[in-house]
Nanobody, 123 residues
Framework: QVQLVESGGGLVQPGGSLRLSCAPV????????RGWYRQTPGNQRELVAT???????NYADPVKGRFTISRDNARNTVYLQMDTLKPEDTGAYYC?????????????????WGQGTQVTVSS
């Protein structure tokens, strides 16, 4: 499988902003859908936002108008810009990447999760 590296979480006051980043380790990829998910203690992981190969995006209703998912294909990186943060946005954020990677002898499919980065919105 493909290892993902996440960064960008932290503690922020309500109304503040954070930007999360996620990139795979390696060089040769063809991506499918890339997304961000959030999990809070005792609850299932839930969708926050996704971005497809053609650039189309999808957002969970609670974050529409406040969060923006984007990608930098040259860096193989997907971002989640989070603005006007609320305490209810608090949780562990996980990126998920689907696609194919070059194994050296062929393209193999992958569906990988990042290690999670904590976002805490509190005054």
């Amino acid at each position: 499988q493909v290892q993902l590296v996440e960064s960008g979480g932290g503690l922020v006051q309500p109304g503040g902003s954070l930007r999360l980043s996620c990139a795979p380790v390696g060089r040769s990829f063809m991506f499918g859908v890339r997304g961000w998910y959030r999990q809070t203690p005792g609850n299932q992981r839930e969708l926050v936002a996704t971005i497809s190969n053609d650039g189309s995006t999808n957002y969970a209703d609670p974050v529409k108008g406040r969060f923006t998912i984007s990608r930098d294909n040259a860096r193989n990186t997907v971002y989640l810009q989070m603005d006007t943060l609320k305490p209810e946005d608090t949780g562990a954020y996980y990126c998920n990447l689907k696609g194919r990677f070059w194994s050296g002898s062929g393209w193999l499919q992958f569906d990988s999760w990042g290690q999670g980065t904590q976002v805490t919105v509190s005054s």
